[in-house]
């Protein structure tokens, strides 16, 4: 079974400074894939970033960057130049495989503020 | 390419109704899956389909039902509903050709309230 644990309910943070959102998994599965999804107010689920198990080079999008240390089951997201649009929910998510389950965190709360 | 659309997006029911909600998922995608998001549960799985036929299924009721037609579009069906079935509803969609294709794109949902 997979397990998806973000521990920071709630962060802020200032208009164009850098801000990290913890994750942590657990899966016994051999490949699978690590997401990172945005949930503004308006509540459209949008993916930021997703990360290969296999590839051990960090996955980055524009400003947004995560650190994958897959022996520790670590997957935070970097937000670099944090900007107003970047306030939602967002959720740490994994999946193997074929017809595997997307399995979600609790998600953390980012405040951008000016 | 247009997104995934979910129809309708907003519901009032009432307990013991039952409601259909549908999904149309990106052009070209053959898997539909369904989440439920609630404040105290978070994202939840309800199922997934692949080429007409459920492949995985979340520790929902069988009140929770769905099924998936050969153009790809999903409908998810609720019966008997009960207040606690008051939720969004997401469908995210994905062309499950392995690598990078296994990624789920979501629609904007279907909010549920039983009253």
């Known amino acids: 079974a997979q397990t998806v644990t973000q521990s920071q309910p709630e962060m802020s943070v200032q208009e164009a400074e850098t801000v990290t959102l913890s994750c942590t998994y657990d899966?016994?599965?051999?490949?699978?894939?690590l997401f990172w999804y945005k949930q503004p107010p308006s509540r459209q689920m949008i993916l930021v970033i997703r990360?290969?198990?296999?590839?051990?080079q960090n996955a980055t999008e524009n400003r947004f960057s995560v650190n994958f240390q897959k022996a520790a089951k670590s997957f935070s997201l970097k937000i670099s130049d944090s900007q107003l649009g970047d306030t939602a929910m967002y959720f740490c998510?994994?999946?193997?495989?074929?017809?595997?389950?997307?399995?979600f965190g609790t998600g953390t709360r980012l405040l951008v503020s000016p | 390419k247009a997104g995934v659309t979910q129809t309708p997006r907003y519901l009032i029911k009432t307990r013991g109704q039952q409601v259909t909600l549908s999904c149309s998922p990106i052009?070209?995608?053959?898997?539909v899956s369904w989440y439920q998001q609630t404040p105290g549960q978070g994202l939840q799985f309800l199922f997934e389909?692949?080429?007409?036929?459920?492949?995985n299924k979340g520790n929902f009721p069988g009140r929770f039902s769905g099924r998936q037609f050969s153009n790809s579009r999903s409908e998810m069906n609720v019966s008997t509903l009960e207040l606690g079935d008051s939720a969004l509803y997401l469908c995210?969609?994905?062309?499950?050709?392995?690598?990078?294709?296994?990624?789920?794109?979501f629609g904007p949902g279907t909010r549920l309230t039983v009253l």
């Open positions: 998510a994994s999946r193997g495989t074929g017809f595997q389950k997307l399995v």
């Open positions: 899966t016994s599965e051999n490949n699978y894939y």
């Open positions: 990360q290969e198990a296999y590839k051990q």
């Open positions: 052009s070209g995608h053959r898997s």
């Open positions: 389909y692949f080429s007409e036929t459920q492949r």
């Open positions: 995210a969609s994905s062309s499950l050709a392995g690598g990078a294709e296994d990624t789920q794109y």
